[in-house]
């Protein structure tokens, strides 16, 4: 049942994922740490309601071992970190595309798990997906990489790093409950409003941006992260890891479907590799595919 609740969460997550875009359209006035600090205090009050509905007393936060709030800060606020220092270094067409070795990286570095094997299909079906989002991000191939940006690639590079080690470590630290989060979302928020104030000009939200702030740390920048603990922790992490790359997909056709944006070829192309991909990732169960949802 665990593994069943586990990959529904994971879906979950990637369709809340999804809405970073669209949300990040209503805030585009609102500098990216600024931004970052206030959606993650939105996702600190999702937190402090999950540890009430659960009866948990916030002081148990303080009782989680030291290493883990590294690994949860280090994940959460380390990631954004090197994500906007990568966008701010080096164009984002090319910073997207190497942030998103992501899903690939948590699909390799899973074969490191006890009892984890990686097979073939798992990295071609990745890859496929990785493909199928360098066509998405890149407008259908119209980037190039130059020297003057090497700053902004490597921090990139750090940014996947990052986020995929710290989605395949989660998997070893089930013993830690998912409200942890809570801690690790007040972590971020102060550390992001500690680097707004020292690299940004703040900006006084408007009704529309405050709508998109709470949306955003409702999903894609906050109440998604307590979902994605609980889906690395216990469903299939390979598979998470190939069908995250649905997110950069749905993404774009939510822009599409809501008129922000036109599909394309390029979009048409990353449908069918990205689609493909995540079937062969999910050879193992193509004979039952139900089994993604309501294996036991």
Not at 101 to 122: A, D
Not at 155 to 177: C, D, E, K, N, Q
Not at 250 to 259: H, K, P, Q, R, Y
Request: hydrophobic content about 55%; charged content about 10%.
């Amino acid at each position: 049942m665990q593994a069943k609740k586990g990959n529904i969460y994971g879906v979950i997550t990637i369709l809340l994922y999804s809405s970073l875009a669209l949300f990040s359209i209503f805030t585009s006035n609102i500098p990216a740490f600024e931004l970052t600090s206030l959606s993650f205090f939105v996702a600190s009050f999702v937190g402090l309601a999950f540890l009430k509905k659960q009866k948990v007393h916030i002081s148990k936060l303080f009782k989680i071992p030291v290493k883990v709030w590294f690994i949860g800060i280090n994940g959460l606020f380390g990631y954004h970190f090197f994500y906007f220092l990568a966008i701010k270094n080096a164009p984002a067409v090319e910073a997207n595309l190497i942030n998103y070795l992501w899903p690939l990286l948590i699909v390799v570095f899973s074969s490191f798990l006890p009892n984890e094997r990686l097979k073939w299909f798992h990295i071609l079906g990745t890859i496929l997906g990785l493909f199928g989002a360098f066509l998405l991000v890149s407008k259908g191939g119209s980037f190039s990489f130059e020297a003057q940006y090497i700053s902004g690639y490597i921090f990139a590079i750090i940014a996947a790093l990052i986020w995929s080690s710290y989605s395949v470590i989660s998997r070893t630290l089930s013993h830690i409950p998912t409200y942890a989060v809570t801690g690790f979302c007040m972590a971020t928020a102060i550390l992001s409003g500690i680097c707004h104030f020292i690299f940004e000009t703040t900006v006084i939200p408007n009704a529309t941006e405050l709508f998109g702030i709470l949306m955003l740390g409702l999903g894609p920048v906050g109440g998604a992260f307590y979902l994605w603990d609980y889906a690395v922790k216990n469903a299939d992490i390979k598979l998470l890891g190939s069908i995250s790359y649905f997110t950069p997909l749905l993404s774009t056709l939510l822009l599409v479907l809501l008129g922000y944006a036109e599909f394309t070829t390029a979009i048409t192309l990353a449908c069918i590799f990205i689609i493909l991909g995540s079937f062969v990732s999910s050879a193992q169960y193509l004979k039952s595919i139900k089994n993604f949802f309501f294996k036991k």
